[in-house]
């Protein structure tokens, strides 16, 4: 009885007219802007070295740097040196998943204001080199 109840309704989940999928238009409208959270909430260590992966990319100026595998061991940092809040791309491009040294120059909300070296350069300079723009333009 319970065999011919499962056919019965499987059946009838076969037969059932499918609708005719939306027809898509030729021109979409952009996705929706969303805010980001960040999920960064430690606290900086007291000499004011940030050592570690980015992790999260805020905005074009603002970025996490994990000091261990967890959001809230993750500390936020404004770049001192990095005023362009709208490239973000740009910053993603420069920063995501790399390590970077980070030294922190004063305190802001739930961070810390300083500058960031990857490389040998810092990310203020990153993001306006022309290579990084190239790659940026991948992340949008």
Do not use: Y
């Not at 898509?24 to 805010?35: F, G, K």
């Amino acid at each position: 009885m319970i065999v011919s109840i499962a056919f019965v309704a499987l059946t009838a989940a076969l037969l059932t007219p499918v609708s005719a999928a939306p027809e898509l238009s030729a021109d979409p409208a952009p996705p929706p802007r969303v805010a980001i959270v960040a999920a960064c909430t430690a606290a900086p260590p007291a000499d004011g070295i940030i050592v570690g992966p980015v992790l999260q990319v805020i905005d074009g100026r603002t970025l996490c740097v994990a000091r261990g595998p967890t959001p809230d061991q993750w500390v936020r940092v404004r770049l001192s040196d990095v005023h362009d809040r709208e490239a973000r791309s740009a910053l993603m491009a420069a920063a995501f998943a790399k390590n970077v040294v980070c030294g922190a120059t004063g305190h802001e909300g739930e961070g810390v204001v300083g500058r960031c070296i990857f490389g040998g350069a810092s990310l203020g300079q990153l993001v306006q080199s022309q290579d990084i723009r190239v790659q940026a333009a991948s992340w949008k």
